[in-house]
């Protein structure tokens, strides 16, 4: 059962303790980890829809998910409904879901269409939002249709990778990338073909899953297929990501790529090519990247504690890659990973919300993703 805590009133200041007493620390070896209301209360959950979801770019979708001008697809990450489009020339275009008549979804999962038409009283919106067409409304005075354009929101790339800003004064996503874009330049994800998607469901807050993700701390416990490489991972966290490198070799057959071309991104570096990279871009975008297969995390909060987790596999674009063969032994092996921690992490939400729970140290040298994601949110949150 969730405690649920009240919405906090200027009456009760108590109420906010937790996050009024909250303080930044800069340094690893300082770090502490957040309050346990930070992890069910809707309240929490509520300044983050507002301040991170509605102030930072966040992971939407891949570029494959749409087919041209006129495709879309339909995403309510954080519980905020969108539609992202391509427009007549193929640009993206992203707008909030919602009928300017009377809040009715211009769409519904993914399609192509000349216009964005309502399920509820068939209002349409062309590719750029505009309203075009609304039955029976000719006798309504002072009806300017201009004013009743679909709400756009920020929309932006990386390579395939499909981001949207819901401030619309919010800086480039660029700036938000900082240098990872120059980093990963040589694994050329637009030559990545997607070839299976998957979504998990927990229920636990969306934090629990992202900061599990930034950490290697946990890896010989919960994974016990990897504690071979426990000591050889390094791993940093700046800016908005945190990035780990392990030594290839721990699922099966991850090695056999290196001896057939077809199977591996061409152009890579000897370390990019003996390395696995996990990495966690802030807020709700992650991956793991091989030189040869590579998931795309995408990490949707749908309430305080309940979170999908998108899954989209992406391997060079070749029959070779793409084959049986090759997928399912690795698809097998990542999907245990993946329930290895979906196991575990239902136990700490369910701990951290009982009476006996307080905050705990975090590892300076295995738990710094964690501590710069804690960090990021609570700033943002606190500093509105
Ligand atoms: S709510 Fe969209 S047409 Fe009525
Ligand atoms: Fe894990």
Redesign the pocket.
Known sequence: MVNLIPKPTQDSPDDLAWLTGWRSRSLHSEAITLPAEMYYSPYAYELEQTHIFGKYWYYVGHISQLAGAGSYFTVEIAQQPLVIVQNKVGELRAFYNICTHRAGPVALGSGKCQRLTCLYHAWSFDLEGNLRGMPDMEAAEGFDGAAHALTPVQVDRWGPFIFVNLDPTGEPLLVQLGELPEMFQRYQFDRWARVHSVDYWTDTNWKLYVE??AE?Y??PT??PS?IKYYNHITAEARYHYYLQKTPLGHAPGDQRFLDDPDLYIPGLTPEEMANISTMSFFPNFAWIVSPGWAIIYLIDPQGPVKTRVRWDWLVPDTEAAKSPDNLNPLIEYLDT??Q??LK?LPEVQKRIQSMGYKPGRLSPTREMGTHLFQELIMNAITSA
């Open positions: 599990n993700n290697n946990h890896e919960v994974h990897l990973i993946q290895e921690d575990l």
